[in-house]
Nanobody, 123 residues
Framework: QVQLVESGGGLVQAGGSLRLSCAAS????????MAWFRQAPGKEREFVGS????????LYADSVKGRFTASRDNAKNTVYLQMNSLKSEDTAVYYC????????????????WGKGTLVTVSS
């Protein structure tokens, strides 16, 4: 049974930082591109960033480029999202997802999803 479990969310002031983690089990972790998506209230779930199988390539949404960094530790079956210079518009539930065949940018292509962790940025 595949599980993706996010952690690290919480309340932070604008300009602050948070580090999200996603621990994976039940899958061959290194075979998957791991992605982060987010969903704000009343909005669609959107791509945030992804890190390809061996961490050699990362992709980001324009809205977070230069502020967020995705990374992975294949020995620990864990993917991370370091979020710096947070803004109120970053407030959302953040989801971890696993993509077997793509770059992690296509929401419909994700094979597995976590349940999410809430990030609230106060202004």
């Amino acid at each position: 049974q595949v599980q993706l479990v996010e952690s690290g969310g919480g309340l932070v002031q604008a300009g602050g930082s948070l580090r999200l983690s996603c621990a994976a089990s039940g899958l061959t972790f290194s075979s998957y591109t791991m992605a982060w998506f987010r969903q704000a209230p009343g909005k669609e779930r959107e791509f945030v960033g992804s890190v390809l199988r061996y961490g050699s390539l990362t992709l980001y949404a324009d809205s977070v480029k230069g502020r967020f960094t995705a990374s992975r530790d294949n020995a620990k079956n864990t993917v991370y999202l370091q979020m710096n210079s947070l803004k109120s518009e970053d407030t959302a539930v953040y989801y971890c997802a696993a993509d077997r065949n793509g770059s992690g940018q296509n929401r419909g292509g994700m094979e597995y999803w976590g349940k999410g962790t809430l990030v609230t940025v106060s202004s």
